[in-house]
């Protein structure tokens, strides 16, 4: 049977229409895995070739196995708590967690996220994300 589980990924996406993420990541301690630009035309995934409509950019929080990924992130966001709340003044109107999980072919395991992660978000006024990967050994292409 195929479940989906966690893979052990979570990064954070802050982004907004007026976000200039060039200027703000000058002094920012976020180390971004990816940045992206309004106006800018991605190629993947993109057949209608569409502009992006906001900045923004993609930060590791944690990479580790449940329930441990749970706790760095925790962490991550006490640590970060007054850079968060500084993206909203400089144009970030959307803060959102994002979770990778992938599909196994496994027996159902339930995914728990405390109470002190969802109230963390709240404060922080950040969404919830679970992206579905693919494994790393299922990357052929597709038929």
Known sequence: MRTISFMGVCVLVASGVDF?????????????????????????????????????????????????????????????????????DAGAEKLVLDFGITEEAMLQRPQYLPSELILAMSRLEMGLVFSVVRPADDLGPRR
Do not use: C, M
Request: aromatic share 10%; hydrophobic share 35%.
């Open 20 to 88: 200039d993420v060039d200027e703000y990541l000058k002094d920012s301690p976020f180390k971004p895995q990816h940045i992206y630009r309004k106006g800018e035309i991605l190629a993947e995934n993109n057949p209608a070739r569409e502009a992006l409509t906001e900045s923004g950019f993609v930060v590791l929080v944690g990479e580790d196995e449940y329930p441990e990924l749970v706790g760095q992130v925790l962490g991550a966001l006490d640590y970060w708590e007054e850079e968060l709340h500084q993206l909203n």
